[in-house]
């Protein structure tokens, strides 16, 4: 009987154990995203705001920023000289992304095309044999950023929305023969992710509450016990 005793109490404290170490942290992570579509350069400091980290869901402890953009250019050019040309076209940009008047993020997309012209077919129209029109000229840059600077970190924590700000400008060169003429637009767009890494902390009960759930199921235990031994016959 003693025995049976002792493992009943064992098994109350095992129950107790486990409700007492359910409370642990547990490594969670949240994304939010924002971008702005392509827009004509330049584009000086647009908003791309994300949600801030809610507190009530644990302790961050850092964030990732993910910055991509891209550069798109549409663009002709005429040959207008009496000989044949090599004409060559650069885009160039620089893209930055801020936080809190700081500058995070910097990317430099950029594209070049050639094309062999002949000498000039006597229209001026960016087509035919002495000229040529281009459009979706595409470049496309990443950068990526993780911090866990504690004073960092707070600027992300709250409520709302955190504003990042974006600036791109471009520049755009067209090469060739001494008589040509050209056309240049060039457009930017520019997305960011960002990604919150927290401690996700469950509820710990009280040690009351714990003592109390195995001093329970130790009763519970031990009276299933007793009805047990008291249907026993006497040997």
Known sequence: MTTKLFNTLAAATTLAGIVATSGVANAASLSYSSSINYELTDIIEAPLSVQKFDSSLGTLQGVTIEFTGDILGNAGFENRSQTASLVTLNLTSEFSLQLNNQSLLALNPEYSYSYQTAKYDGSTDYSGTSGKTVSNLTATQSATQSSTNTQFLQSFIGN????????????????????????????????????????????????????????????????????????????
């Open 160 to 235: 709302g929305n955190i504003d990042f700000l974006f600036t791109a400008l471009a520049e755009s060169v067209v090469t060739g023969s001494g008589n040509i003429r050209s056309y240049v637009d060039t457009y930017a767009k520019a997305g960011i992710k960002v990604t919150y890494n927290y401690d996700d902390v469950k509820s710990v009960p009280e040690p009351s509450a714990t003592l109390g759930v195995g001093l329970i199921a130790g009763l519970c235990l031990l009276s299933q016990r007793k009805k047990s031994w008291l249907k026993m016959p006497n040997s």
